[in-house]
Nanobody, 126 residues
Framework: QVQLVDSGGGSVQAGGSLRLSCAASGDTYNSYCMGWFRQAPGKEREGVAF????????YYADSVKGRFTISQDTAKSTLYLQINSLEPEDSAMYYC???????????????????WGQGNRVTVSA
């Protein structure tokens, strides 16, 4: 089992920045994907960004490319999502997710991840 603890959400004005963190504990795997999904009120949960720990390949949704940066500190078992140039449309609950995976690319499907954080709310005001 893997436990994920999200942190770092908050309320900011448009154009601002936030950094989300996801601390992992429990079982360890040689190869895995970790990433972030988000869910806005009344909308489906969608993939935002993912990273594979072997080689550090990253994947971004088109809507966040150039503004979001996913990274990981393997020594701290922590995943980060740096969010810049926030837009009101980015307001959502952001969930960290993880799954052992040897092949690339990382999955964009909700069902592709068995481990989830509790979520953090990001609110962006115009």
């Amino acid at each position: 089992q893997v436990q994920l603890v999200d942190s770092g959400g908050g309320s900011v004005q448009a154009g601002g920045s936030l950094r989300l963190s996801c601390a992992a504990s429990g079982d360890t795997y040689n190869s895995y994907c970790m990433g972030w999904f988000r869910q806005a009120p009344g909308k489906e949960r969608e993939g935002v960004a993912f990273i594979h720990n072997v080689g550090g390949s990253t994947y971004y949704a088109d809507s966040v490319k150039g503004r979001f940066t996913i990274s990981q500190d393997t020594a701290k078992s922590t995943l980060y999502l740096q969010i810049n140039s926030l837009e009101p449309e980015d307001s959502a609950m952001y969930y960290c997710a993880a799954e052992p995976r040897y092949r690339l690319p990382c999955s964009w499907r909700l069902g592709g991840y068995n481990y989830w954080g509790q979520g953090n709310r990001v609110t962006v005001s115009a």
